[in-house]
């Protein structure tokens, strides 16, 4: 069983509420944006004030943050309105500063989760600092990075982590910026159950229409919360426009977001869902001695076709395949994405298994 040493953030010692919802602006303009910003979410269930200060930006001569002196007008955010405040760090330099003005809490961006130095870098100067540090997923649909960068920081000492989804980069047309693949932060949450995984719907989307459905599906796969980018005028603003939302918007989207449980405390639900997952393990066993029957079949007729001296491959029997077992499977409201890809997995599988046996000697 893997591990990371992980303090709850309920346990931050910053009343932090579940689920924890983290907003504020993309980028700190001034302090007047900032100020205005906090007021309007303040007293509601946001549980921390976010805003960055040095912005990683893909190209030159882009607004790139006002830098340090930010810090003071978050700090501000803090002394009028009692919010724990989280910055973007990605260097030793933006590490320092941040601690020497009080920054409660440290957010890694997904362009340094990638760089292990970067990420060394700054679990080096945080050794023996008590502070949450949340992390964001590197750009590539990489999930060993990200479990390293939580690692190295974890290793320095840090042991109030938290991820944070934000989607990955792809190269073609999609409907979000970041495409979430939620496999990741599920198998993430499969294998560390205890680690905080924080949604970030704003990035994933790229713009401000798709948040609400994000922001529901990361509910519904029991993530531990939103951050949500939050400015008071978003179509001026200087980085991320198209999808940041106003307070008031934001507020909206939180009402209208249904929050599950993990679990139901009552005895019906519980029997029947019993009784429901006993009907899954058996069509579980029987998909399994399904699977073994075919491959046995798909031993003999690797053996014919060694002694007949045939291709393994015959892309007319395969195209045939496909073609009727998605036909099949659409009438049974199984998409044809999803058959496709079950077949191509069985038909790989049986590909190899035929090479094995033609090239026995
Ligand atoms: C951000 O939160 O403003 C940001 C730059 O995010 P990411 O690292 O996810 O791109
Ligand atoms: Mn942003």
């Known amino acids: 069983m893997e591990k990371l040493n992980i303090k709850q953030m309920k346990d931050w010692g910053m009343n932090i509420q579940s689920p924890v919802i983290i907003a504020g602006p993309c980028s700190a303009e001034s302090e007047e944006q900032v100020m205005q910003t906090a007021e309007q979410l303040a007293n509601k269930n946001v549980s921390i004030f976010r805003s960055g200060i040095w912005k990683p930006r893909t190209r030159p001569n882009t607004f790139e943050g006002v830098g340090s002196i930010g ?29 020497k003005e009080g920054i409660d809490i440290l957010w890694i961006g997904a362009r340094t989760t990638v760089n292990p130095f970067a990420i060394q870098e700054i679990a080096d100067v945080l050794q023996g600092v008590d502070i949450p540090v949340m992390v ?27 991820a944070i989804h934000r989607g990955f980069s792809l190269y073609g047309e999609s409907v979000f910026r970041n ?6 932060p599920v198998e993430l949450k499969r294998r560390f159950p205890n680690l905080p995984i924080i949604c970030d719907p704003s990035h994933i989307s790229g713009n401000r229409e798709l948040i609400p459905s994000v922001s529901q599906k990361s509910i519904d796969l029991d993530l531990s919360g939103l951050m949500i980018e939050t400015h008071i005028n978003p179509d001026e603003a200087w ?4 999808q940041q939302v106003t307070p008031t918007a934001l507020f909206d989207i939180l009402e209208h977001l249904v929050w599950r449980n993990t679990s139901a405390d009552n005895e019906f639900f519980k029997n029947k869902l019993d009784e429901l997952r006993e009907n899954i393990d058996q069509i579980d066993d029987n998909l399994v001695d399904i699977l073994g029957n075919r491959m046995k079949l798909v031993k003999q007729i690797a053996q014919y076709k060694k002694e007949n001296d045939v291709t393994i491959l015959q892309s007319n029997r395969w195209n045939d395949i496909l073609e009727t077992r998605i036909e099949k499977a659409l009438g049974m409201d199984i998409s044809e994405e999803f058959t496709a890809k079950l077949f191509q997995l069985i038909h790989q599988e049986s590909i190899n298994k035929q090479t094995e046996i033609m090239n026995e000697k």
């Open 71 to 99: 810090l003071k007008w978050l700090k501000k955010v803090k002394e009028k309105y009692g919010m724990p405040i989280t910055v973007e760090i990605a260097n030793k330099n933006h590490v320092e500063n941040a601690l």
């Open 179 to 184: 495409v979430p693949k939620w496999e990741i």
């Open 136 to 162: 964001k997923n590197p750009i590539n649909p990489d999930l060993e990075l990200w479990i390293g960068a939580m690692e190295r920081l974890n290793k320095a000492g840090i042991t109030k982590l938290a």
């Open 239 to 242: 980085s991320d426009a198209k």
